[in-house]
């Protein structure tokens, strides 16, 4: 009987925690609701705007939901002598090249320091992880420099070279050829095939997820670059979206503050369709850099 | 010898093989050595040459010794704007990572799947925006009198906040959209650690009779400490470089009150013609950063917890 009694206490108890927990859980996703309002109320207000008259910018309190639809401040956008869709190219003309000339060094470097022998290895690998802790603003003065004496300033050229190399994505990649079985490679080395033959044919091909989450990465930080075009770039002609959208900014003046957040509205969707197609790897390539890190 | 003899062959084309081996490592690092050595490591060797001098780019560098080093402790601007930088950094650094801890602990909790896609998307997205952009949007939010923000706080009795041109408020405005900016980020990495505490440890611990607060404090602290340190690090690296947002959001003032190091420098750099001066600050920057990340690996044996 007092045996029974006590595990009936205990079982209570139980479904007392349970219960609680279960409160518990309600309350995180009210706040968790309550947080994720504030993190898309900006976007909101950018979008509703964005389909605002210029008289009713300023209305307060705004439309969240945008009851008015002028689609013609997108127009305006491509309208104003300033060359929105030059910036969108040269956006898309810079990343692509960088990210694809990381693609191929980094992977071939991560290849060399994960499975091939040579002397230096180790060292080589340590000085290249060494300069993470360098940032790119320390350096920029000799870059600018360099990038004067070989009258590249002012051009695609000077945003696209110094990013064609990263120590960061040598990293990441390495990781994931450390990880490829010794077996594979040794069985490809049986058949005759030398160390070009074992990356492009046995390394590469099984590199897929490691590839999309370094191109990613290497995406938006290049699509999003702001630092870097506003000291090489000074004309209209040569500019990136982010330095753009500043540039139209100042132009449009806050007369037209809704053409200029159609501006954003344009700049940031891509990013957003690409991101809910390819979360998957975004996510992977986050997680993958924090927990090897 | 004579076994050795039978294997020389064999032995000698496995050296060639090795040869080749290593020839092939050499040349599959040399497109990335090549960049390495025109951007990086010559750039800091230049960098540290530079701000040995006097040099505005039109006429030869002049060797000047140390004296823009001595010119710094005399320079009230630049004071200002490490102060800046340094009042940004800690803020920016604590709210971002306890924030992002905080949204990890709650999206880990028991919720349908759907939900728990959803609030990490939403709380992950900002994180893809350029800071430009998010700027761009929020310099409008902050206004003083047309201003989505102060227009809520209104139905509060809070009186309209200066919070891009008074010099009390432009540093909590820039650390508030900092932090609604990037703590996306360090949510994903602390989710993704999380998940990597197995579930038995805290099984055994209630076995044990432990609390709530205790199974947090003696299992998932300890267990994401790595993940809390690496959070740390690439917030603080990234913090000390802040320019973009406060680029745009207010351009470093008013006044000098929201300049941080890197604007600047590129005013002393790029706007001053400078660059041996520009040199020295960022050499400044440069080891300011590496002293802080050996202390904090060198902190870090002590409360880092590692398998």
């Known amino acids: 009987m007092a045996t029974t009694s006590r595990l009936d206490a205990q079982a209570a108890a139980e479904r007392r925690t349970v219960r609680y927990d279960r409160l518990i859980d309600a309350a995180a996703i009210a706040v968790l609701f309550l947080g994720a309002a504030v993190m898309v109320l900006p976007f909101m207000w950018m979008f509703s705007t964005s389909l605002r008259l210029t008289a009713d910018a300023f209305k307060l309190p705004p439309d969240w939901i945008p009851r008015q639809w002028h689609w013609e401040n997108y127009a305006a956008v491509f309208q104003s002598s300033v060359p929105f869709v030059r910036f969108a190219l040269n956006s898309s003309i810079v990343t692509s090249l960088v990210v694809v000339g990381q693609l191929v060094t980094c992977s071939m ?27 790119g603003q320390v350096t920029i003065i000799p870059v600018f420099i360099i990038m004067r004496q070989l009258g590249l300033v002012d051009s695609l050229a000077a945003l696209i070279l110094p990013s064609l190399i990263s120590a960061f994505g040598v990293f990441l990649l390495r990781q994931f050829f450390l990880g490829l079985p010794q077996d594979l490679i040794e069985a490809a080395k049986i058949d005759g095939a030398g160390p070009f033959m074992q990356f492009a044919r046995i390394a590469l091909p099984l590199a897929g ?11 938006n930080g290049t699509w999003n670059n702001y630092f870097n075009p506003y000291i090489f770039i000074n004309t209209w002609e040569k500019m990136t979206l982010p330095l753009g959208i500043t540039v139209l900014r100042g132009y449009l003046n806050s007369g037209s503050i809704a053409a200029l957040m159609a501006g954003v509205t344009m700049a940031i969707l891509p990013m957003l369709v690409f991101f809910l197609i390819a979360q998957r790897w975004f996510i992977q390539g986050v997680t993958h850099t924090g927990i090897k890190g | 010898m004579a076994a050795s003899g039978a294997a020389r062959p064999s032995r000698r084309l496995l050296a ?9 490592g050499y040349l599959f690092i040399l497109p990335t050595f090549i960049g390495y050595a025109v951007f990086i490591i010559g750039p800091i060797f230049a960098a540290i040459g ?14 000047v010794g140390l004296s823009n080093y001595a010119e710094l402790w005399s320079d009230r601007r630049l004071w ?6 340094i009042v940004f950094t800690v803020f920016a650094v604590l709210l971002n990572v306890g924030v992002g801890l905080v949204l990890a602990v709650l999206i880990n909790r028991h919720m349908p799947p759907v939900l728990k896609y959803f609030f990490r998307t939403v709380y992950f997205f900002p994180v893809l925006v350029a800071l430009a952009y998010s700027a761009v949007i929020w310099q409008f939010l902050y206004q003083k009198d047309t201003g989505v923000i102060n227009y809520y706080l209104g139905f509060a009795g809070i009186a309209p906040i200066g919070w891009l041109n008074t010099r009390t408020w432009v540093m909590p405005a820039i650390i508030l959209m900092d932090v609604w900016k990037n703590t996306g980020f360090f949510m994903l990495v602390f989710l993704a650690g999380l998940q990597n505490i197995p579930q038995s440890y805290y099984e055994a611990a209630k076995l044990d009779g432990a609390g709530r607060w205790q199974l947090f404090r003696f299992i998932t602290l300890p267990m994401l400490s790595p993940t809390i340190f690496f959070n740390i690090t690439v917030a603080m690296i990234g913090a000390l470089q802040v320019f973009d947002s406060i680029r745009v959001l207010t351009d470093g003032g008013p006044g000098d009150a929201s300049r941080s190091l890197i604007m600047y420098i590129t005013e002393m750099a790029f706007q001053n013609f400078e660059m041996g001066y520009a040199s020295a600050i960022s050499i400044t920057l440069f080891a300011v950063i590496v002293v802080l990340t050996l202390i904090q690996f060198r902190m870090g044996r002590y409360w880092v917890y590692y398998d």
Do not use: C, Q, W
């Open chain 1, 209 to 219: 997820p490691a590839l999309a989450s370094l191109a990613i990465i290497t995406f």
């Open chain 2, 80 to 85: 200002a704007v490490y102060r800046n930088t």
């Open chain 2, 50 to 63: 530079l701000s040995l001098t006097r040099y505005d780019m039109l006429s030869a560098p002049e060797f």
């Open chain 2, 16 to 24: 060639t093989e090795r040869h080749r081996e290593a020839l092939a």
């Open chain 1, 109 to 135: 470097a991560a290849f060399a320091f994960a499975k091939l022998r040579f002397p230096g290895r180790n060292l080589l690998f340590f000085v290249l992880l060494a300069s993470l802790m360098v940032p």
